[in-house]
């Protein structure tokens, strides 16, 4: 067994046997214990600064607070759970009117004595400004109203082409079941008297 491992930092490396295996991962796992105090500290820091301004943090950071610090490792993962809520919910927003809801909604249900409230509304916020510069946004249209009268056009236009199609084809939609088609394949027998 040979593996081949390559990092963005270190120079790729053959290992052989599971040994080396073994002893590659249980060194590449204390490289937070290999850290000067000076690294830490800007780790630490780069980190407060992407909750602070909203960012989502990378695997590595999230390591890295779920080693060194575990309360604050719960409260990244809440604003990151929170936030990714929020996209998952923009994404099903069928009005501008419904997306600028979701955010209200959003930044509403934040609690004064929130712990986490300046991370969660920074979250909120970069979700609201780049949802609004994405194309989605723009696409959408702007009332509840315009939604629902462009989705039942749609549902006219799909039921008056099927009406034309049967029209085609003598093939009525309408009245069509998956059990129709499987009775009309089945051969069948005449039975003489």
Known sequence: MTIYINLAQEESRKITNTKELVAYFLNSGNSIEKMSDEERERMESRIL???RSGKKLTQKEL????????????????????????????????????ADRIILSSLTGISKNDPD??????????????????????KLPDTMEEANKKNDQHNEDVFSQAEDEEDKDGFDLKNWS????????????????
Not at 63 to 89: F, G, S, W
């Open 117 to 138: 409230k300046e991370y969660i509304m920074a979250a909120v916020n970069r979700i609201n400004t780049e949802f609004h510069n994405s194309g989605a946004y723009s």
């Open 49 to 51: 600064a992407k909750l």
């Open 178 to 193: 998956p059990l129709t088609e499987v009775y009309d394949s089945m051969p069948s027998f005449s039975v003489g008297a």
């Open 63 to 98: 390591d890295y607070l779920r080693k060194t610090n575990p309360i604050m490792y719960a409260h990244a993962m809440r604003v990151q759970k929170m936030a990714e809520a929020i996209e998952e919910q923009l994404k099903h927003a069928k009005s501008k009117e419904e």
